[in-house]
């Protein structure tokens, strides 16, 4: 058991994780939710996300170098080690939006064009992860890369198969074949918290007074995650209405969390 975790770091994540289950998360999860609004969330989460995952890389790569840079030789390794287990996941993203339009170019009147939904500008979630990023990298605690990490992974473990089981329900058995981002994140990220959690372990250990900004980067990024979340479920209603001239069910509302 990761002690230093539960006890100095954990306790001060249940805001932001109760936050994040609440927001969009939670409301993706509704028994009731619309399949076609659902499946229109997907396309806006895998063509916007495509920002927000080519750069994962590089930013794990960085943050290591920096934590070497500034004495932290064990971590540092530790993260440019894994940093290359994240390369290409965009493709994955790249390739689900495709099968996705496919999808919906093959059962809906009004077809879309992958190409126009990957063009589409950054949201302010998405600045807002990079900004995220781009800040714990630069700073005296380029160790706090380490829980962004571990809080983004994380949900893969604990939304992400709940999340899987509504694309199935919603959308057929089959869907996982258009979701190779979700599906194999769900698979192998149950091993990255596992590396994360034991990398917060022995740092705490070493570190005890690291705990708060640990505790608030990690709560800033799950903030910022539900925020896009949401700004994609938003976007979801506003196509729907756009292509199918109806609003369709009414779901409740995602709150934009303040970061």
Same mark, same amino acid.
């Given at each position: 058991?990761?002690?230093? #975790?539960?006890?100095?770091?954990? $306790?001060?994540?249940?805001?932001?994780?109760?936050?994040?289950?609440?927001?969009?998360?939670? #409301?993706?999860?509704?028994?009731?939710?619309?399949?076609?609004?659902?499946?229109?969330?997907?396309?806006?989460?895998?063509? *916007?996300?495509?920002?927000?995952?080519?750069?994962?890389?590089?930013?794990?790569? *960085?943050?290591? /170098?920096?934590?070497?840079?500034?004495?932290?030789?064990?971590?540092?390794?530790?993260?440019?080690?894994?940093?290359?287990? %994240?390369?290409?996941?965009? &493709?994955?993203?790249?390739?689900?939006?495709?099968?996705?339009? /496919?999808?919906?170019?093959?059962?809906? $009147?009004?077809?879309?064009?992958?190409?126009?939904?990957?063009?589409?500008?950054?949201?302010?979630?998405?600045?807002?992860?990079?900004?995220?990023?781009?800040?714990?990298?630069?700073?005296?605690?380029?160790?706090?890369?380490?829980?962004?990490? +571990? %809080?983004?992974?994380?949900?893969?473990?604990?939304?992400?198969?709940? +999340?899987?089981?509504?694309?199935?329900? &919603?959308?057929?058995?089959?869907?996982?074949?258009?979701?190779?981002?979700?599906?194999?994140?769900?698979?192998?990220?149950?091993?990255?918290?596992?590396?994360?959690?034991?990398?917060? =372990?022995?740092?705490?250990? %070493?570190?005890?007074?690291?705990?708060?900004?640990?505790?608030?980067?990690?709560?800033?990024?799950?903030?910022?995650?539900?925020?896009?979340?949401?700004?994609?479920?938003?976007?979801?209603?506003?196509?729907?209405?756009?292509?199918?001239?109806? /609003?369709?069910? =009414?779901? $409740?509302?995602?709150?934009?969390?303040? #970061?």
């Amino acid at each position: 058991m990761n002690e230093l #975790v539960a006890t100095l770091y954990t $306790p001060h994540l249940v805001t932001a994780r109760t936050r994040f289950e609440t927001g969009a998360a939670g #409301v993706m999860l509704d028994e009731d939710f619309d399949p076609v609004l659902f499946e229109l969330f997907l396309l806006n989460y895998c063509s *916007r996300g495509v920002r927000m995952t080519e750069p994962v890389e590089s930013w794990i790569e *960085r943050a290591g /170098k920096r934590c070497r840079e500034v004495g932290m030789d064990k971590l540092g390794i530790a993260l440019q080690k894994h940093a290359a287990a %994240e390369a290409n996941h965009h &493709l994955m993203m790249i390739a689900d939006t495709q099968a996705l339009v /496919k999808r919906w170019n093959a059962n809906q $009147p009004k077809p879309l064009a992958a190409e126009a939904l990957l063009a589409v500008p950054a949201t302010p979630a998405v600045d807002a992860y990079v900004t995220l990023h781009e800040d714990v990298i630069r700073s005296s605690e380029p160790y706090c890369q380490l829980a962004i990490e +571990f %809080e983004i992974e994380r949900i893969s473990v604990t939304w992400g198969p709940p +999340f899987m089981r509504q694309c199935a329900r &919603l959308l057929g058995p089959d869907s996982n074949e258009t979701l190779s981002f979700l599906a194999e994140h769900v698979e192998v990220d149950q091993g990255h918290t596992k590396f994360n959690e034991l990398q917060l =372990e022995r740092l705490l250990t %070493e570190h005890r007074s690291f705990a708060p900004a640990l505790a608030r980067t990690g709560a800033a990024a799950l903030d910022i995650y539900g925020n896009f979340l949401a700004e994609c479920l938003g976007f979801a209603r506003t196509m729907r209405g756009a292509l199918l001239g109806s /609003k369709g069910r =009414e779901e $409740p509302s995602a709150q934009i969390a303040q #970061v």
